[in-house]
């Protein structure tokens, strides 16, 4: 199914609304406002446990004027997902993530049923008083993690391929078709993927439809089969720039399979009906178009003009700067989404808290980084992977990780593993504006990594820029500002 919805780009009349919603007083949320774990941004959230409704309900009607409006974001991201519910205003009124349960199968796991499953618990985690005020739902997920299908059903009819995964197969065919160094002449692209699948499936192919991991999400509620938006289409070979797929892919055998694009934040639906009952959501709730997780993570982070950038360290490091120009360079792992006028020039690297989660727990990276002096240099010399295989700066398939040798005391170790990670956003930004992109001249952190401060202040040191971590930290935040925008619609 091919088509296009021409619109606006998205985050700019986010941005603008942002800037509205801004100069409404967008505040950091409240503190802990009720008992149990419902806890705004101030306090470290742990992980969803069970709660009793009760101690939230009495607060939360005094928190809400009858009638008011909440916006609900979701963020898939790789090691776990989150919810934020905001106001107009920007205020937090519940939040709560959950790591995915894993259910093993032939190759690794089941992750289509962990992702519905958990999208499904974090909407009973959301409090049974403030679901009725919710208006507009929105979803974010890894970028380029592939769903192939049935068109009739909306069931998978292959394996995902997760964001990371490598297609190698199939990367001849595609760049024989695509212009040279184009965004999707990367073997992790969702055109690799797509056309590996169409080389090895004997399913049928004729009724099958590619999803990318939020539009499969965003369909379990909203219902309409085959939508995706322009950040998440970017890597199966969407142009945002002109709005549409480009004829070199449209003329493809399988391009029946690509899905229509609209804006991210574009209303699709109304929440289906079974689920708007199960779960006690308004009538009216609608669903919106989704993003990426690190595109939300930049909406998330307020960062509006060239020059400004945002780091997502979460299990990967994936880079956003604000650019005037657009770069498409596979051969580093580089390409750009749209955003209005501008472009969100950047890539995504292996390289994170994938690898720190390997070696250490969140409990010892906090005791080991505060004995961290984040001002003298290590001389550890890493590049910190998780397995085999690099997509930017250095676009490398076969590039293994180097995480040796060990000192004995752990405190230089991480010391050396966070360094190292600094050196290679360094790296990126550099490799950014050598190909032309506007400089950057500062970072907002999201992510995992943006609670460790010393790793902030290493970074600030290695990048020689002032590093901050983002006022809003969680894509699902951006999210929720996309459920926002498609409710202002
Ligand atoms: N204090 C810390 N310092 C650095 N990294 C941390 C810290 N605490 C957690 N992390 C890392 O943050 C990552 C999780 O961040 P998150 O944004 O939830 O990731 P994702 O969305 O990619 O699953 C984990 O890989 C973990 O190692
Ligand atoms: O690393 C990732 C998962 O967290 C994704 O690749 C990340 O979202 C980068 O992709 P994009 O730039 O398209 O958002």
Sequence with gaps: MVGTFSVTHPASTLLVSWSSVHTFGFHDPLRNQFSGTWLCKSVRKPRVRAMSIGSVKGNQEKGLEVGERLYLGLDFGTSGARFALIDKGGTIKAEAKREYPLYPSEESYDWIRSWKDTLYLLLEDIPIDLRKHIVSISIDGTSATTIIVDGNTGEPVWRPFLYNESCPDALPMVKSIAPPNHTVCSGSSTLCKLVSWWNNADSNKKSALLLHQADWLLWLLHGKLGISDYNNALKVGYDPEVDSYPSWLVSQSYSHVLPSVVAPGTSIGYLKEDIRTKFGFQEDCVVCSGTTDSIAALLAARATQPGK?????????????????????????????????????????????????????????????????????????????????????????????????????????????????????????????????????????????????????????????????????????????????????
Excluded at 338 to 364: H, I
Aim: overall charge negative; charged content about 25%.
């Design 309 to 489: 950038a945002v780091t997502s360290l979460g299990s990967t490091l994936a880079i956003k700067l604000l650019s005037n120009t657009r770069i498409e360079d596979s051969r580093f792992g580089v390409y750009s989404h749209r955003l209005d006028d501008k472009w969100l020039v950047g890539g995504a690297s292996n390289t994170g808290g994938a690898v720190l989660r390997q070696l250490f727990t969140d409990d010892e990276l906090e005791k080991l980084s505060e004995q961290i002096n984040p001002l003298e240099a290590s001389p550890l010399d890493y590049y910190p992977l998780p397995k085999v295989g690099e997509r930017f700066p250095v676009a490398d398939p076969n590039l293994a990780p180097r995480l040796l040798p060990r000192p004995e005391n752990d405190v230089e170790y991480l010391h050396g593993i966070l360094e190292s990670i600094a050196r290679i956003e360094a790296k990126a930004y550099g490799l950014l504006k050598d190909l032309g992109a506007t400089e950057v001249d500062e970072v907002f952190t999201a992510g995992g990594g943006a609670k460790n401060d010393k790793w902030i202040k290493i970074r600030e040191r290695v990048l020689g820029l002032p590093v901050s971590s983002a006022i809003q930290t969680e894509a699902a935040y951006g999210a929720a500002l996309l459920a926002f925008k498609g409710d202002q619609q």
